[in-house]
C-alpha cells in the first residue's frame, strides 16, 4: 500500500465521518484575534467550530456542553491551564481528540500536553492548511506533531520505560492475552510510526489500526497513546 493510498484512506475516513456530519471543533485561546482567526478559517474548510472559549475553566464548561469531536487548544490560558484542560476534559470523554496548537516549541511543554492526553502538537506557525490538514488527521485518529516534535516524544516515551515499574503484586492478574495482530500494531506503535505508517506497514486500513489499538487499549485497561507506547517498550516490543 503506498502512502498515497493511506492518504486516500484517511480521507475517505473523513468523508464518512462528515457524511453523518461535519467534524465539530471547539477551539480554545486567550487572543481574541487569533481565536477568532482559527475558528473562521476552520469554518470556512469546512467544519463545524461548536464553541470557542477564552480561559481554561470557561473551556472545560463549554467542551462539557458541547461535546466537539476535536478542541484545538492552546497551552497558555489564564484561570486553568491548558494541559489541565485537557486532561480533565479526555478523563471526561475518552473519545475526545486534542491538538494542541502553541506559540511554544520548548520540549517540556509538548511532553506535558501529551501525557495530559493530547492527539498531537502544532506550533502556531504552521500555515493554515497544515492546520486544517491537522485537524482532520487528528479527528480519525491520526497523531499530529509538527516535524521534528514526533522524536522528541518517542524518546520521552523510551526514557519513562526505562524507569522502574512497580513490584507486582502476588494477587496482581496477569495481562490480558493480546492477538497477533494486535502485538504487531502495538510494536510499530512503539516504534514510533503513525497510524498511516502501520496501515502502510502492515498493508490494511487506517480505519483497522484504529480499531486494534482501541482494543489494545480496552485490554490492557491504559487510557491513552502514552501509557500503550510504554507498556510495549517495558516488554522490549520496540526492538522486536
Not at 53 to 81: I, M, S, T, Y
Not at 96 to 121: C, F, I, N, P
Not at 183 to 208: D, N, W
Request: one cysteine or more; hydrophobic letters at 40%.
Amino acid at each position: 500500500m503506498s502512502e498515497q493510498q493511506v492518504d486516500q484512506q484517511v480521507d475517505e475516513q473523513v468523508e464518512q465521518r462528515q457524511a453523518a456530519g461535519p467534524i465539530r471543533v471547539m477551539v480554545v485561546d486567550d487572543h481574541p484575534m487569533w481565536r477568532d482567526a482559527v475558528a473562521r478559517d476552520l469554518a470556512e474548510a469546512g467544519f463545524d467550530v461548536v464553541a470557542t472559549a477564552g480561559d481554561g475553566e470557561q473551556a472545560v464548561r463549554r467542551a462539557g456542553a458541547v461535546g466537539p469531536d476535536v478542541l484545538v487548544l492552546d497551552l497558555n490560558l489564564p484561570a486553568k491551564p491548558g494541559v489541565q484542560v485537557c486532561k480533565e476534559l479526555v478523563a471526561a470523554d475518552p473519545r475526545l481528540r486534542v491538538l494542541v496548537l502553541s506559540a511554544s516549541g520548548e520540549h517540556a511543554d509538548v511532553l506535558e500536553a501529551v501525557k495530559s492526553g493530547a492527539t498531537g502538537y502544532l506550533l502556531k506557525s504552521a500555515s493554515t492548511a497544515e492546520l486544517i490538514d491537522a485537524v482532520r488527521r487528528t479527528a480519525v485518529g491520526d497523531p499530529v506533531f509538527t516535524p521534528g516534535l514526533a522524536g522528541l516524544v518517542l524518546g520521552e516515551y523510551r526514557r519513562l520505560a526505562s524507569e522502574p515499574a512497580p513490584a507486582a503484586g502476588a494477587d496482581e492478574p496477569k495481562a490480558p492475552q493480546l492477538t497477533e495482530r494486535e502485538t504487531e500494531v502495538l510494536r510499530l506503535v512503539a516504534k514510533g510510526l503513525s497510524y498511516k505508517q502501520i496501515a502502510e506497514r502492515l498493508v490494511i486500513s487506517h480505519r483497522t489500526v484504529q480499531n486494534h489499538v482501541q482494543n489494545t487499549l480496552g485490554k490492557l485497561q491504559l487510557h491513552n497513546r502514552v501509557e500503550l507506547v510504554r507498556y510495549a517498550i517495558e516488554r522490549g516490543l520496540d526492538d522486536a
